[in-house]
């Protein structure tokens, strides 16, 4: 049986770049030199959104998922935004 890694990246606009295709490459040389590579199976995806990361994982249905992106310290993870937050108007 053939296992899926699923690797997600996210490096939003505003946030800092990070450096996602040399943490790929790491990736994927360190699987051709492991012992049971033909056993795996590797797909990446971007995660720039939340909902994103839910599709890629419907998508793949992978066995193991490896997750690179921009934290913000206990609030989470940083993902890009569809719609802006609503403002709130103070009119008197």
Known sequence: ???KIL???ANPKGTKKLRLDEEMREIKEGLKRAKK???FSLESAEALRYRDIHR???DSEPQILHFSGHGAGEEGLVFEVDI???RVSRDS
């Open 1 to 3: 049986m053939i296992r």
């Open 7 to 9: 690797i997600l990246s």
């Open 37 to 39: 590579r033909e056993q």
């Open 56 to 58: 890629a994982i419907l």
């Open 84 to 86: 802006l937050p609503a």
